[in-house]
């Protein structure tokens, strides 16, 4: 699931926040951070997201230890998403999402080469008054190396999130994320499976708009009408489960079936070009401020120091 870790914050709900002059629909989703106006539309509705992003090289380290460097590192990622309409201001969303983080390791790191997740989306979306929306899903799935898959590797993670509309330049989000995962070993928030959250969205000027929603704060500059150019963050990663012998592999049987949480923290600047209504790319880049992997049930944490990242991402709504 794409930027599943503790900051499991919600997403709002994309039908029906109708903008009184423009008749379209601000969507901001704390998991994807889609904030593409949409048409309100009593059928079925499809979003898509295909994303790729490369880190260069950077140092790993274990306390005050060197550990080498981290290489070759990237991210892939793919959702689909159906929004069936079930009775009057009620969707329901069915769909599929794919991640994969892939790392070149130095020899000894004692971490994984890959890690992927592959999970169902199962929702609601719902209008619950003319000022409150509502979204619920939950995320079962597979989140490990793959390198042996078991029911251990089954997760749920869930969200539940409201939008407060103020008005077309003005809305609230509160909500709660779940994961289940994370309730071993809690250290801090980072690590408790509850998460709470708290954002807004301020259209502050005409062409100017500040996206204060985790996992993806931005401020966002509209040079035109097809063309939007944004600066901010964006946490990335998710929390997996290793395989029986994942430890024997890497020199510490302490670390065989072991929780894995990896933390990716990005800061840079980025275009957003739309080609019509229902198609957009986005290119970014910046530094990748900090990685964490993170044995939850070890205390056993190695980071990484800066490095830069470009991506480029292809979202389709219709």
Known sequence: MAALLAVFVFGASHLMASDPVT????????????VEPRKVDSGISHEFNATYSYVGDSKLKYASQN????????????SYIASIPIVEDWHFRVGAEYERYDFGLPSSSWLPNRLESADVVLGVDANLSEKWLMR???HPGIYGDFQQITMDNVNIPAIIGFTYLVDSKLQWFFGLGIDPRFGVAIKDIWSSPVFPG????????????????????????KVNEQLEAFAGGEILGGNYRMGSHFGDH????????????????RAGLGLRYKFNPAFTVEANGGIVLEREFRYSGRDLTLETEPAPYAAVQLKANF
């Open 23 to 34: 008749n379209t629909t601000v969507t901001p989703d704390w998991l994807k951070v889609d």
């Open 67 to 78: 550990m080498g460097n981290i290489s070759n590192s990237s991210r892939a990622a793919a």
């Open 136 to 138: 619920a899903e939950i």
């Open 198 to 221: 708290i954002g807004v969205r301020w259209q502050f000027a005409d062409d100017w708009t500040l996206m204060a929603v985790l996992p993806k704060p931005e401020l966002e500059y």
């Open 250 to 265: 890497v020199g510490r049987s302490d670390l065989n079936n072991e929780d894995l949480s990896y933390r990716e923290i």
